[in-house]
């Protein structure tokens, strides 16, 4: 694992604090500034014990993005979480959740009775997703495209679109086919890019999952224009962190699918959706960690060019899902609260579009509202369209 | 759509101003930024030196006239994202109060703030449990600096409570119910005995969403005004300014990207560390703030980090900008890249309390030209 830099460098300014969303709806919380540089400067000096409270960090890392001075708040309160004590119990089901590349294997067992997860400390209120896995015969179709002479695109294929939600990885590829491209899925195996173990403080295991994930992906980037990814927080953590806290990096440009989108398509694509008449409102959503690693505003604009009715932005700051946070007892009024926001921000039903699976099932339980990646409404009004013409 | 695109780096309030003049002015605009601006660190009232005095030298003089219509357009654009700024009635300079107790110039200020022409006896109040809520210098000072009565009472602390409790945490709490009857019994209880009509001032973190409406309920309530006085940072005035100008701006269309610039072409075009690129027909620089290391275009066109007073680059082409500190990205002008805000050389508002009239001066300047270079 790399060093740290400007770890030390906080000049208190407390703008981490105010952006923090979890500090606003936690009354315990004791914020980013207390458990990230103030907790570490202790650390160094070989004299701090853990804060209560520091695993209710999301790892949204909206904090860092505030701070004019580069401290990496977040990830000095990810080394916080690792020595925070917690009970054997609780370390047992963390290590379940932070391997979600295993349940993307079995994505059935959720399937479970609720229950069942209740002694593991696995909250019973929060929706699960529905298992839709990859089928072998859908990925062996999607490799036989790849001898065409077309431009190659490759999609990082995720735990949670592996497991959950394949059809938004079919409907990713056939948009990219639209535009010209085919689309490589990988990597062929399932791996996850760490982010979960890092989010809860296993740092070790977190650069391990990374390690054997950038091997896989590695293997297959020969001949692609480039990398799309289709969840925000994976996005970040192989174009960002990996070479940040890893020293890994991926030869070929990594980009998330909406800015891909809106980058490569020509004007003729937008008009095609465009033009289709009785599309439902749409609401934009920007996770956490979009708006930290490239921004607000892509998902808007792309869909301000191909939704008929004016898109509206979901005016929430955290949805509270957080990966595999909102599925932990201990945090589920903390989502909870970030989460109702949505509710009460939305002037009249309509569609959500995030680029998030865990952010999607949140918000749909919620709102009450169907929640989906932009991918699968692109793709489901360009199929609409072939129905029309 | 429009045709004319801008880049705005920087989302500290002279970034947010050239933004959302820029849309009134048909631009579709993009603005970069590597982190939160100082808007949070700032209580959103906009200052104009320490009198309006005709010689008072601004690095760029407007008319009364131009001046007048400046902050009209501007009180216009605050009540946008729902926010009314009280612009003073008669010419002098009216003052707020700070927690140490000073009297501090300010010019147009938002409702919820106090802000008087004439100093006044006022109640200070305290909250037991906020750090800065220190109510008994603060009113000594008062005192003494202003020749009126100071009254202080002191708020217990509220349920809950406990060494984690900021600002934000208070404003959070205020904004619920059961924190909104918190207030208004324990402010009802303390205020007992204290002369009515007497104005009252309470540390500023009375909710960040409902704060009008709150200190409307206890003016009411209690039969004389209530009003807040600023904080250091983080300013809970400055974030309520920031999160619904910000709401407002995402509406608009406006595209917030995160990133660092690394490079600024005349083209113009900003490249980003990360290998982005982003041209548009002007480009803004309002980086050069309270948290940008106020470097200045001075000129001849160079421009110089005051701090150790150093060259780091000429305005024709700006780059390694990122090699100079990310504390310190600065600033060319002239033709389609141009200096706003703190950027913009000659002005030191830290020391003439003018930060306001340099941001609306470098601004409308700023817009003139890139108007100008289209035509
Ligand atoms: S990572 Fe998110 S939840 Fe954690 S301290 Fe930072 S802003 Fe708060
Ligand atoms: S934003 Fe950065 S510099 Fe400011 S208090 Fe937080 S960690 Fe420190």
Known sequence: MKRFEYEDACIKCSLCVTACPVYRVDQQFPGPKALGPDWYRHYQAGEAKPMEHVSDCTFCQLCESACPVDVPIAHLIAVHKELASQSPRLAVRDYLLTHPQWLAMVPSLVKLPKQLGVPLGI?????????SPLQRSRRHRTHQRQGSATRRIGIFVDCFTRGFDSETLLAASAVLEELGYTAVPLPSASHCCGAAAYASGLLGEAERTARSTHRA??????????????????????????????????????????????????????????GLPGQELIYTHATCRSKVARGEGSLFALMERVSERPPQILEISCCGAA????????????ARA???????????????????????????????????????????????????? | MSSKTAIVVGRGPAGMLSTSYLLQRGYQVTVLAES???????????????????????????????????????????????????????????????????MRPTFATPNWQYASSEPESLVFVGIDG????????????????????AYEVSLSRPPGWDSSWGTIRFAAYLDGDAGASWLAATLREALRGVPSGIP????????????????????????????????????????????RWERLLRQQGVRFVSGRVREVQPVPRALLTDGRSFEADCLLLASGGVLGGGMQVTVDGAIVDELVNREVGRMDHLDALDAHGHREIDCLGGGRVLAVGRAMGGWNPNRDHNGGAMLLATVRTALGMCEEVDR
């Open chain 2, 36 to 102: 939160d601006g100082s808007l949070g660190m700032w209580p959103g009232d906009f200052s104009f030196g320490r009198t309006t005095d005709a010689f008072q030298a601004f690095p760029i003089e407007l008319s009364s006239a131009e001046w007048s219509q400046a902050f009209g357009e501007l009180v216009a654009l605050y009540r946008s994202f729902g926010v009314t700024l009280v612009l003073p009635q008669a010419q002098d300079i009216p003052h707020t109060v700070t927690a140490i107790g000073n």
């Open chain 1, 338 to 389: 970030l989460g109702h926001r949505a509710k009460e921000v939305m002037g009249e039903p309509g569609i959500i579009l995030t680029d998030s699976g865990t952010c999607a099932i949140h918000l749909q339980e919620l709102t009450g509202c169907q929640t989906i990646h932009p991918a699968r409404w692109l793709h489901g009004q360009l199929k609409r369209q072939e129905v029309l013409r």
């Open chain 1, 217 to 274: 992906v590695r293997r297959m980037t020969s001949g692609l224009e480039a990398v799309v990814t289709l969840n925000a927080t994976c996005d970040d953590t192989l174009r960002v962190e990996w070479p940040r806290y890893f020293g890994l990096t991926i030869p070929v440009p990594i980009l998330p699918f909406v800015d891909f989108v809106l980058d490569r398509a020509n004007p003729g694509f937008f008009e095609r959706i465009h």
């Open chain 1, 123 to 131: 909250s019973s209120s929060t929706q699960w997703p529905a298992p």
């Open chain 2, 200 to 243: 009252v001032v309470l540390p500023q973190v009375i909710g960040l969403e409902h704060t009008e409406k709150l200190l409307t309920q206890l003016s009411e309530v209690g039969k004389r005004s209530v009003s807040e006085f600023p904080l250091l940072s983080p300013s809970i005035g400055g974030v309520r300014v920031r999160d």
């Open chain 2, 130 to 149: 906020l750090a800065d809520s220190i109510v008994g210098a603060q009113a000594a000072t008062y005192r003494r600096r202003s020749g009126c009565e």
């Open chain 1, 323 to 334: 990966g595999s946070y909102a599925f932990k007892t201990e945090h589920t009024k903390v």
